[in-house]
């Protein structure tokens, strides 16, 4: 038997191949685990029942080191979102919501909550992406 006869047996076995390394190897993404804030249970301000003014419609990505702690601004007042800059201190703004205390399992990079309506402090949930917000006038 020459090579030419054997060609599309060949041909047949490396499609079969080829099928079965694309079905192993997906390219597919699986859905991130939305963080969960670990110093939760620490502090009283997590009991906070009411949300801040919203300050943007969308979550900020950012790095966060894991053992260290940070502030996470609730109040939506402060300048340097979306973590807390003592805004809420100013007695004259009478603002009554306190930040999240919280920290990182490890150091990479977060979406933090930025519509303040999030149901998982300080980690954003989606719930900027409900219609009520994304129509809501910023403050
Ligand atoms: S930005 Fe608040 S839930 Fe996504």
């Known amino acids: 038997m020459s090579i030419l006869n054997r060609l599309p047996r060949l041909a047949r076995f490396s499609s079969v191949l080829h099928r079965e390394n694309v079905s192993r190897f997906s390219t597919k993404t699986e859905e991130p685990a939305i963080p969960v804030n670990l110093l939760k249970d620490t502090y009283s301000a997590n009991l906070q029942t009411k949300n801040g003014a919203i300050y943007d419609k969308k979550p900020f990505k950012i790095r966060l080191e894991a053992g260290k702690n940070y502030s996470w601004c609730l109040c939506g007042q402060s300048k340097s979102q979306p973590l807390c ?11 009554q ?4 205390r919280f920290n990182v ?7 933090l909550c930025n ?7 300080p ?5 900027h992406k409900r219609p009520e917000i994304q ?4 403050r």
Do not use: A, M
């Not at 490890?106 to 979406?111: A, S, V």
């Not at 519509?115 to 402090?121: L, M």
């Not at 129509?135 to 910023?138: A, F, G, M, N, S």
């Open 123 to 127: 980690f954003c949930d989606g719930t």
């Open 105 to 111: 399992p490890e150091t990479k990079e977060y979406w």
């Open 135 to 138: 129509e809501k006038v910023k």
């Open 115 to 121: 519509c303040k309506q999030t149901s998982n402090r």
């Open 97 to 100: 919501l306190r930040p999240i």
């Open 85 to 95: 800059d003592g805004t809420h201190k100013n007695i004259f703004l009478k603002i």
